[in-house]
């Protein structure tokens, strides 16, 4: 399964690191120019992407960065959008949202596959949430449903890390509780949408130490990905590198009975059909 990563060689001898994107296969990746960007490529098929490519490299001598050109302008989130996720919320259907509820996270919480979640002193009901994350190619304002997904890049998995006790409490503070550093790790690289042909019907599972806390398919969305753009596009401009995540399934860890919150030291895999296996641990934040 081919799919893009940002990276950075090892083995690089110059003055300065050179980082650039790559296209993983089983063990190696195909270095791609360093003037190639999500911008660029949107524009390229597949095959003249492949067509790109340098010289191949082993996964060892490579490390691995966080999938962006730049950090993004936009982290956009989704609240309450999978139906599985109002049912263990006990949330009657009269009640479920009219409207995406939209939130946002800093590019400081980006982190890539296998680097590391912080816990925070400051909270003590961490959060795991498996997400399907849109990559916006080609920015636009106003875009049409009908046109959206052709403003996709393409597809990566997120956790949205979540400090419950900020999100509830402490006057409810969504963005803080969603922003603290490192609360966004996305991976394990960026699956372009010509692999990807109904986004709607994914698996999607999140397991901690091995178990199973969260399953269910992208198709609970209650509000679908061409429904986010262009609700999102008629409030703000998306741009090229934006990342909307579209919501997280049943499962989550504050309404589970009893609440089952992460702690430093667990491992935390988030999977998602077709496009990979996120890990990263949990470590407790320096005193």
């Known amino acids: 399964m081919s799919s893009l990563i940002r990276c950075c060689s090892r083995l690089t001898s110059s003055a ?25 490529m949107h524009e ?9 490519t340098m010289h191949e490299v082993s996964i060892d001598d490579l490390e691995y960065q966080p999938l962006f050109d730049q950090p993004p302008d936009k982290i956009l989130g989704i609240g ?24 946002n ?5 980006i982190v890539c596959n296998h680097q590391s979640v912080i816990h925070p002193s400051a909270t003590s009901q961490l959060d795991y949430e498996v997400e399907l994350a849109v990559i916006i190619g080609k920015g636009g304002k106003n875009i049409n449903e009908s046109g959206a997904l052709n403003h996709v890049f393409g597809y990566t998995v997120a956790n949205d890390i979540t400090a419950r006790d900020w999100q509830k409490m402490n006057n409810r503070q969504w963005i803080l509780a969603k922003s ?8 394990p690289g960026i699956r372009t949408k010509e692999f990807i042909t109904n986004p709607h019907n994914l698996d999607i599972k999140c397991e901690v130490n091995g178990e199973v806390r969260q399953s269910s398919n992208t198709s609970n969305l ?10 999102i596009s008629k409030l703000v401009t998306l741009k090229t590198g934006d990342i909307i995540l579209t919501g997280t399934p049943g499962g989550v860890g504050a ?12 491992t935390v895999k988030c999977t998602i059909d077709g496009i990979g296996e996120l890990t990263n641990s949990v470590i407790m934040e320096d005193s």
């Open 80 to 103: 309450l959008n999978y139906l599985d996720h109002l049912e263990e919320q006990n949330v009657p259907v009269e009640k479920y949202p009219q409207a995406p509820v939209v939130f």
């Open 44 to 52: 390229m098929e597949w095959k003249d992407i492949i067509g790109a």
């Open 180 to 187: 603290m550093d490192t609360f966004c790790p996305l991976g």
């Open 16 to 40: 300065r690191p050179v980082f650039r994107w790559g296209v993983q296969n089983a063990k190696s990746v195909q270095l791609l120019p360093e003037s190639l960007t999500i911008e660029k």
């Open 222 to 231: 209650l509000f679908k990905i061409p429904q986010l753009i262009a609700y």
């Open 255 to 266: 309404f589970r009975d009893p609440p089952m919150f992460l702690k430093p030291g667990d």
């Open 105 to 109: 996270k800093f590019p400081s919480t």
